[in-house]
């Protein structure tokens, strides 16, 4: 492989996607790759948001119906809006929420527990609110968590086996909440493979995508999962708290939600205030409260640049930049002499726009990269994430870290550096 400096500048010259990074804001003298914890602002982004502030300056209350996307649809447009990019249908999506309280709205309308068929399926490795959400909702139906649910074990504490996970759809289990992407190793997993072992169980399945959306392609409805939902603020670059998705099929339309909200009635009547609760057949019916219209403006910016350079185009710049990179530390940090070992799946197919590396002094090796510019993240014990987001990242950039590591591991700086730390405190 080639490791050197001009390489990787004539990848960069021929990266279709290169001239997208000028339009966001990227902390001055940093390599920003934390895109996959929170994207960065753009400027089309900056634009929505600025012409929702207006919209609220000179139209106040008018702006429900007078806006240039009238508020009172916001929720329902920006699902329309992101629902190629996930393969549902419009009215399957809706922008919505918080990620947490939608797995909420979605999981106690789902969760129908029967005797003898009263189980949650997860998974040991899943992110912890979900897991939260999973027990909360088992407590409410009195159900004891302990007992009531379930969690695919993983051999290595990083990635999960599918096979393993169909193994475990025994009959006693009613519903199965996986994320579609590992937070820490980044493992993607076969939705579709995953839906159809669930469906022949006859078990409701759904997929946290919050690592995955707007950097891989889903195609939700063909698959037939019941039932999804994603944040905005991830690789969607909505920015910090933005407004959540919710998907779910549209054979569940009918279903009941159970996180009743005014904002789940049916649109047309939903001013009749009347106090029997019909809900909208859709997933707009699942909204709960007034859209965060502060909350949603910078997606309405933020996702037309994805739609704009495609999200094909992202997903294969990301397999090819996380390749690179994955190759650079095989070539450069190779883990006999410098210990650096890589968790992520190794084949592009399997894995998202992160990779997770692990090293005995990890959290000084992250550090050390912070001082230097460098956004990545540590996940105790010894793993530092480092995200890729093909929007904004460039192939240098990956360059750049392998060979910072490189150096610090070099020049044993992470060594002295717990050094410090241990006469600081
Ligand atoms: C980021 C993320 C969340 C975030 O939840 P919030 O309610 O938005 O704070 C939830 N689940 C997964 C899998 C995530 O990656």
């Not at 929702?52 to 996307?69: F, N, S, V």
């Not at 916001?74 to 399957?92: C, N, Q, W, Y």
């Not at 929007?391 to 360059?399: Q, V």
Request: net charge negative; charged share 30%.
């Amino acid at each position: 492989m080639d490791t050197s400096k001009e390489y990787v500048k004539k990848l960069d010259d021929e990266d279709p996607l290169s001239k997208y990074r000028d339009e966001f804001y990227i902390p001055e003298d940093t390599v920003y790759l934390n895109g996959n914890s929170l994207g960065l602002l753009s400027e089309r982004a900056e634009d929505s948001i600025e012409k929702i502030k207006e919209e609220w300056k000179e139209l106040a209350i008018e702006g429900w119906t007078e806006g240039e996307t009238p508020w009172f649809f916001m929720a329902e447009t920006l699902g329309e809006m992101i629902s190629d990019m996930v393969g549902a249908k419009p009215k399957e999506v809706v922008g919505t929420g918080t990620t947490t309280v939608n797995i909420h709205a979605l999981v106690s309308t789902f969760f129908e527990p029967k005797d003898g068929k009263d189980k949650i399926m997860a998974d040991e490795l899943n992110f912890p609110t979900d897991i939260y959400a999973l027990k909360g909702l088992l407590e409410l139906k009195d159900l004891d968590p302990k007992k009531k649910l379930k969690l695919v074990p993983s051999s290595d504490g990083h990635l999960l086996d599918e096979d393993k996970i169909v193994e475990m759809m025994t009959d006693d289990v009613a519903l199965v909440h996986l994320p579609s992407v590992l937070y820490r190793s980044g493992q993607l997993l076969d939705m579709e493979y995953l839906t159809e072992k669930a469906h022949e169980r006859e078990i409701i399945i759904g997929f946290d995508c919050s690592h995955s959306v707007g950097v891989i392609p889903h195609e939700l409805h063909e698959w037939g999962v019941d039932y999804a939902m994603w944040c905005g603020y991830k690789y969607l670059n909505g920015g910090p708290g933005s407004t959540a998705f919710l998907y779910l099929n549209e054979r569940h339309f009918d279903k009941e939600p159970k996180l009743k909200g005014w904002f789940g009635y049916e649109k047309e009547k939903q001013f009749d205030l009347a106090l029997d609760f019909v809900h909208e057949k859709s997933a707009g019916g699942w909204q709960i409260s007034s859209p965060s219209i502060l909350g949603g403006a910078p997606l309405l910016g933020s996702l037309k640049i994805i739609k704009e350079a495609g999200l094909k185009e992202i997903r294969e710049k990301s397999k090819d930049i996380n390749d690179y990179f994955m190759g650079l530390v095989e070539e450069v940090l190779d883990e006999r002499s410098y210990d650096v070992g890589i968790i992520s799946p190794e084949k592009a197919e399997e894995r998202s726009s992160h990779i997770a590396i692990q090293h005995e002094k990890a959290e000084a090796i992250s550090s050390l990269l912070r001082e230097k510019g460098f956004i990545t993240d540590f996940r105790p014990p010894n793993v530092i994430r480092l995200a890729f987001s093909p929007l904004y990242n460039s192939y240098y950039e990956a360059w750049l870290t392998v060979m910072t590591i490189k150096e610090i591991i070099d020049n044993k700086e992470h060594q002295r550096y717990e050094k410090q730390e241990e006469l600081v405190t």
